[in-house]
Each structure stands twice: as structure tokens, then as C-alpha cells.
């Protein structure tokens, strides 16, 4: 990046310098709040080599997800990528970090029917880090009453008991919640006033695949079977604001009055046609008790 160079010329122009952008990671930050450094899925309980379906190890930085190249013809190689995987790898991710679910209806149900899958009792595993501290996470990947876990300080190479864990998953939501807001001054998003939470955090960070991106703020997509809250658009653009610091407490303040006032107007705007429509009758039922007309109130 180019140096900014202004004319010297005391007590009206400070001579600036901008800094070159660096990518190292500012002090206190050595790594990510949260990040999954293995996701595995098995197809049964327990995780055991004859139930493995496969494994992937992660790292801190730039992971590529690719398909290999088919040796057909070109058109053939141009769609290799496709249908891979890569989404329901990335729904998996947001699964092991706390999602609401692991992909579309189809896809869950297709989980679920024993005569295409088998994998009714299937989970899904990841070694999350959260605040520098290891955590296994278990999810269900199947609908026959297991429960999600969570223990800090395990991992996939350990021996797993013949029957999954049912404690410890609160205990993980808690950590990440600490991990990530923990040093928030300003926590509630001005346009409905509710408390920031992971879940409209996640939705920032990891967007539906069928949002594309369609909008700076357009995370979640109906298709998608996200079953996540939506946010409004004004708490869309104070969630990014907030994450990025770039609020102050009397700017917050301001930005929720504003809110508020928006939503009285749109509340008022909404009862407008109901208030016209008993005026007219109202005024219908006065002409004829009094047979003569009556003045409009807007006259």
C-alpha cells in the first residue's frame, strides 16, 4: 500500500503515513475464538473403525475442499465439482459449532431411511477449540432420541464408551458464549432490542449456500431449512457493527430510539386501511341516523 503525502504546512495539515495491512494476528489474539480443527462422521455408536465414515482434519487458516478432476470429457470435468459434497460439509461444520441442524429436510430424512442410508444412528464428531481449550463435540446425525454432547479436554482418539454421553453440550454453549462475547461492552442489537447470541453471530460467519451472495447482509435462505431466528435488517447492520467495534454507547442509544420510532411507523402505516375502513362506516352509520351528510375528518 502507497504512502499518503500531504504538503507540509504547520498547524493546518499533519503529514499522514498510512501502514501496510499486516496479517498477523494482533496481540491477545494468537488464534481464532472458535475454530474446528476435525470433523469425522460415523455411520453407528460407537466410533469404531467398522462404523468410520470418513474423517477430516482442518487447520488454522485457508482450507480448500476440492473434487478430482474426472478423466471424461470436458463438460464431464467442468460438473466433477458438483454434488461433491462441499455444502454439506460446510452445513456439518456449522452443525459441530452449534447450528440448529446438519442440512436440508431431504437430506436429514435421507439420513433417517434405513434403505437408502442405514445410517439412523449416524453422528457427527469434531474437535472444536474454543478459547485455546479442546472440546469433542457429538451431534446426532439420526432422530431415535440421542442427545448432543460435549467434554472439554477429549478427543476423537479416545476410548468411547458403549453408549454415548448425554451432558456436557450446555457446558460447551456456555464456553463459546464467554469465549466470544465475553469482553462485549454493547450486547443488544438496537433494532428489536434482544441480546446478541451465537446463533445471529453464525449466521454472519458461515451464510446458507443458496444465499450466494445476493447481499452484504442476506446470510440465510428459506431453502436452506436453516430453522435459525431471522434477524431484521436494521440488527443485520448493528450485529456487524458491534462485532467490528465500530459503536459507541451514545450512538447505540440513538440507533435504538430510531428503531423504535421505525417500528411505530411501520406499525401505524399497518393499521392505516383498518382505521380508514371504521371511519367510513362510522361515518356511514352518522348520515344515516342523522339523514344529512357528515363532513369528512380530514376536511
Known amino acids: 500500500m502507497s504512502q499518503v503525502n500531504s504538503p507540509d504546512l504547520p498547524g493546518i495539515v499533519v503529514k499522514t503515513v498510512e501502514i501496510p495491512p499486516s496479517l498477523k494476528p494482533a496481540a491477545g489474539h494468537e488464534q481464532p475464538a472458535i475454530w474446528v480443527k476435525t470433523l469425522a462422521i460415523y455411520s453407528d455408536w460407537p466410533p469404531t473403525e467398522a462404523t468410520f465414515l470418513r474423517r477430516m482434519n482442518l487447520h488454522r487458516g485457508l482450507n480448500i475442499l476440492w473434487a478430482k478432476p474426472s478423466d471424461g470429457t470436458s463438460a464431464e470435468t467442468k460438473l466433477a465439482g458438483h454434488g461433491a459434497g462441499k455444502t454439506t460439509f460446510c452445513r456439518m461444520l456449522r452443525y459441530i459449532v452449534d447450528d440448529a441442524n446438519f442440512g436440508t429436510k431431504e437430506l436429514r430424512e435421507a439420513f433417517n431411511d434405513t434403505e437408502q442410508s442405514g445410517y439412523r444412528n449416524g453422528w457427527a464428531l469434531g474437535e472444536v477449540m474454543v478459547g485455546g481449550e479442546q472440546w469433542l463435540v457429538g451431534r446426532p446425525l439420526g432422530h431415535v432420541g440421542y442427545q448432543s454432547f460435549a467434554k472439554k479436554g477429549a478427543s476423537l482418539d479416545d476410548v468411547f464408551p458403549d453408549h454415548p454421553s448425554t451432558t456436557g453440550y450446555e457446558d460447551y454453549r456456555a464456553a463459546i458464549d464467554s469465549t466470544v462475547f465475553g469482553k462485549m461492552k454493547l450486547r443488544h442489537l438496537s433494532g428489536s432490542g434482544q441480546k446478541l447470541i451465537w446463533e445471529n453471530l453464525l449466521g454472519w460467519l458461515a451464510r446458507d449456500q443458496e ?7 442476506e446470510w440465510r435462505h428459506p431453502d436452506s431449512d436453516h430453522q435459525t431466528d431471522v434477524l431484521l435488517q436494521p440488527d443485520k447492520e448493528n450485529l456487524v457493527r458491534l462485532v467490528l467495534g465500530l459503536v459507541n454507547p451514545d450512538e447505540q442509544e440513538v440507533l435504538r430510539k430510531h428503531a423504535k420510532k421505525a417500528a411505530e411507523h411501520e406499525e401505524g ?27 369528512d375528518p380530514r376536511d
Open 211 to 217: 444465499a450466494h451472495y445476493s447481499g452484504l447482509l
Open 269 to 295: 402505516v399497518r393499521e392505516k386501511p383498518k382505521i380508514d375502513f371504521w371511519v367510513k362506516r362510522s361515518r356511514a352509520k352518522l348520515e344515516a341516523m342523522l339523514d344529512r351528510k357528515v363532513a
